[in-house]
C-alpha cells in the first residue's frame, strides 16, 4: 500500500532533474512492482470515485428539490388510510387557506408549500369552521415572524387608575369669603383707618371712625344702669350697643372710661383685602350704607369649562351641597402661568346643571387653598381634574363579579394597555394570544381612557376579555394596518387565516371571500 508519506513534494521535483519526465504525471521513482500499480489505481480509480461522490449527491438534491411535489404526493398516497371509509367517516376536513388546492384528512400535518399549520372546516362545503362568538379573526405567525414584527404581549390584570380632564379656567372670589362692612346707625365718617382699595386688613382690624348722635341716649343709660347698679338694664343697654355695631370690648372700654364715646369704631369681620372702598371721609351715611367690601383669599374658587362629552365621566350629584360629602372628593390639580412649575391642590365643589349653548361647555367649579395669595383672582388656571373609578357612573352602575366589585372599592379596574387597542371606528379589537404563534382579534367593550400611577394610559375592560388572558401590546396595530392597506401583502405576512380578510366583521365562512386559485393569483400579482 502506498502511504501518504511516500508521495514526498520532492518527488516530481527530483523526477524532473533526472530527465525522465518530459511534461506528463508519473508514479514516484522508488515505488517498483505492486506498489507502483497500487499507486496508479488509487489515483486513477479512487481519488474520481470521490469527486463522482461529491457530484452524485448534489445531483440527488436537485432532483429532491425538483420533484418535491411529487414526492409529497407519493407519500400522501402512501400514508392515506387503507379504508376509504374510515377517511370519509369524519365530516371535517383540513386545509391551508393561502392554499386551498392542499387538503388534509390529519389535523397534525401542515402545508406542504407554506409548512402553516392547516384551518379546519366542514367537509364538502369549502368552508372554514365558524369563529367563536365575540372572535373577529384568527391569526398564525411563525416564530420568525413574530420576531421580525417585534410582537410583545401583556397579561390583562387590575390596574390603580383615574381618569384625568384637563380644562382651562379662572381663579375667582370664594364668595362665601365675601363680606359687606355696613353701617348699623345714621352718622358721619370721621375718620377712615383703612382708606385704600385692595389693603390688606386682619380680622378685628380698625376700618372707620363714625360718629352717630344715635349712640349717646343708649350709652348715657348705659353709664347711668351702672352708676345706681341696675343690672337689668345695664345688660338691656350692653344688648342694643352690640346690635348697633360696637364690639364687647369697646363697650367695656367705655364703661371703664365712665364718660360716653360718640364715635363707633367699625372693625374688620375677617382677614383678608378690601376690594372696594364705598364711601370717603367726612361723608354722612345713612343706616344699612355699605362701607366696604371685604374679600377672605385663603381659598379661591376655579370656573373651568368642561366639554360635553366629557359630563359622563364627572361625578353625578354635584348640583346639591347635601349630596357632595356622600359622593367623597374628587381631587383637582391646577397650574398657573405665573407658577408654570407649582402645583396648587383642591377639590371639586360644584358642577353646573345648565350647558353654555355657544360653547357647548359646561361651568365647573373648583376650591382650592390658596398659601402666600399666589392665586390671584382674574388669572388663568390649568385645571387636571381627577375622578377615582369608583366615582364614575359607568363603573358605580356596573354589575360585576365579587372580585370586580371588591377591586373596584379599592380603586383597581381590569384593563390593558392603550397600545393593544385598534380603534377602527366601529369597533375596538384586542389581539388575544391564544397558544403560542396564534392570535385572535376579540372585539372588546372598553370604559374611558384612564391614567395609571407611572402616567401610563390604559383602557378599562367592560366587556371580551378576562383576567390572566395575554393581548399583544407592541406590533398589534402595525400588522393590523398593513392587512388593511394591502391585503395581498398581509397574506404574505401572515401564516395563518387572517390575512385573507378584508373586513374585520368577516370570518372564513364569508362566500364573497372564498379563496379560489384566481383570487390566489390576483393577490400574488399585485403583491409583485
Known sequence: MVRETDIRPGAEHSTSESGDDVGGLHAPPDLRGAQKVWWW???????NLARLRFIGILVVIGLIIMKWDMLNAYYDRWTRPANPAEARGSDVEYFCPMHPSVVR?????????????????????????????????????SPYRIVLAGIQ??????????????????????????????????????KLVANETGQMVDAGDELALLYSPDLLVTVQNLLDAKRTGNHEMMNSARSRLELLGIDKDQIDEIIAAGKTQIQLK????????????NVREGQYVQEGTPLYDLADLSTVWIQAQVYE????????????????????????????????????????????????????????????????????????????????????????????????????????VLAV???SVIDTGSQKIVYRETSPGVFEAIETTFGPRMIGPDGATFYPVLQGLKRGER????????????????????????????GLQVSRSTTFSDKTLKPTPRNLTKRLMTLK
Open 41 to 47: 489505481f488509487h489515483f486513477l480509480v479512487l481519488v
Open 105 to 141: 384528512d390529519n389535523p397534525r400535518e401542515k402545508c406542504p408549500i407554506c409548512f402553516m399549520p392547516l384551518s379546519k372546516r366542514k367537509k364538502g362545503t369549502g368552508e372554514a369552521e365558524v369563529l367563536p362568538a365575540g372572535v373577529v379573526s384568527r391569526v398564525q405567525l
Open 153 to 190: 404581549t401583556w397579561p390583562v390584570d387590575y390596574q390603580a387608575l383615574t381618569k384625568e380632564v384637563t380644562a382651562v379656567g379662572y381663579v375667582e372670589f370664594n364668595e362665601r369669603g365675601q363680606k359687606t362692612v355696613s353701617a348699623r346707625v345714621a352718622g358721619r365718617i370721621d
Open 266 to 277: 367699625i372693625r374688620s369681620p375677617i382677614s383678608g383685602h378690601i376690594i372696594k372702598k
Open 309 to 412: 362629552d366629557d359630563l359622563a365621566i364627572l361625578p353625578v350629584g354635584y348640583g346639591k351641597r347635601s349630596e357632595m360629602h356622600e359622593l367623597g372628593d374628587v381631587e383637582v390639580t391646577a397650574k398657573t402661568r405665573a407658577f408654570p412649575n407649582e402645583e396648587f391642590h383642591g377639590k371639586l365643589a360644584f358642577i353646573y346643571p345648565h350647558v353654555d349653548q355657544d360653547t357647548r361647555t359646561v361651568t365647573v367649579r373648583f376650591e382650592l387653598k390658596n398659601p402666600d395669595h399666589k392665586l390671584r383672582p382674574g388669572s388663568t388656571a390649568s385645571v387636571t381634574l381627577k375622578v377615582k373609578p369608583q366615582e364614575l357612573p359607568i363603573f358605580s352602575k356596573a354589575t360585576g363579579s365579587d372580585e370586580q366589585q371588591k377591586m373596584l372599592k379599592e380603586g383597581r
Open 417 to 419: 394597555p392603550e397600545s
Open 471 to 498: 393581548v399583544v401590546t407592541t406590533g398589534s396595530f402595525l400588522v393590523d394596518a398593513e392587512t388593511r392597506l394591502n391585503p395581498a401583502a398581509g397574506s404574505i405576512y401572515f401564516g395563518g387565516s387572517g
